[in-house]
């Protein structure tokens, strides 16, 4: 069966500091990986997708930025952080492209202070 | 602009209770719409719907879409305190995105 990881579970970074989150994928090939940052425990909102390894389509103009050096493994970072990017972060992935079911692992939560 | 708003925002009740969710949308290119629950952390998959009428049920859980009308609805029958989450619907464009509602927070009181 598939697995999704996500870690840290838990980010505590100052103001100007850079980040590193990571999730990987097992029990999958070439799936679909999505990054989301959900607010206020309330709606999703899509940051970046990936079809393929180096392929990254960004939804949202931000300081942040997503890598995919391997096929399961996501990377979601930015160089120095802002107060916004406080947030709930969800990395997803889907099994076909499309407007399909999207499985999501347990999420990172950024606190920027 | 594509939008999805789900109401009501927020919903108390008692075990036992009977709810129905709401979520409509005004979107260009539908193709889908998905239901999922969260409680501490990741949303995890109800439903998906692609045709209008037809009911897809689990449980006590089911949901319906009407594409005419641009709505669905999910419904929990006979609630329990584990039923207690946000439920996020999302709809799904022609770009294969994923475009979710901001959420309904359920809360079922013993």
């Known amino acids: 069966s598939q697995t999704i990881h996500q870690w840290p579970a838990t980010l505590v970074q100052p103001v100007g500091s850079p980040l590193s989150l990571e999730c990987t994928v097992e029990?999958?090939?070439?799936?679909?990986l999505y990054w989301y940052r959900q607010a206020a425990g309330r709606g999703l909102q899509l940051l970046f997708y990936?079809?393929?390894?180096?392929?990254i389509s960004s939804e949202v103009p931000q300081n942040l930025s997503a890598s995919r050096p391997q096929d399961r493994q996501f990377i979601l970072s930015s160089k120095k952080l802002l107060l916004s990017d406080s947030g709930f972060y969800l990395c997803?992935?889907?099994?076909?492209?499309?407007?399909?079911?999207?499985?999501f692992g347990p999420g990172t939560r950024l606190t920027v202070t | 602009e594509d939008k999805v708003v789900q109401s009501p925002l927020s919903l108390v009740v008692h075990e036992g209770d009977t709810v129905t969710l709401n979520c409509s949308y005004e979107?260009?290119?539908?193709?889908?719409l998905l239901w999922y629950k969260q409680e501490k952390k990741a949303p995890t998959f109800l439903f998906m719907l692609?045709?209008?009428?037809i009911e897809k049920k689990s449980g006590r859980l089911s949901s319906i879409l009407d594409k005419k009308e641009l709505f669905s609805i999910l419904n929990i029958t006979a609630t329990q305190t584990g039923d207690s989450a946000i439920y996020l619907c999302?709809?799904?464009?022609?770009?294969?995105?994923?475009?979710f509602g901001q959420g309904t927070e359920l809360s079922v009181k013993p």
């Open positions: 999302a709809f799904g464009n022609q770009g294969g995105k994923l475009i």
């Open positions: 997803a992935w889907s099994v076909r492209p499309g407007p399909y079911e999207q499985y």
């Open positions: 990936s079809v393929g390894i180096g392929q």
């Open positions: 029990g999958t090939s070439n799936p679909n």
């Open positions: 692609t045709s209008s009428g």
């Open positions: 979107v260009t290119n539908f193709r889908s």
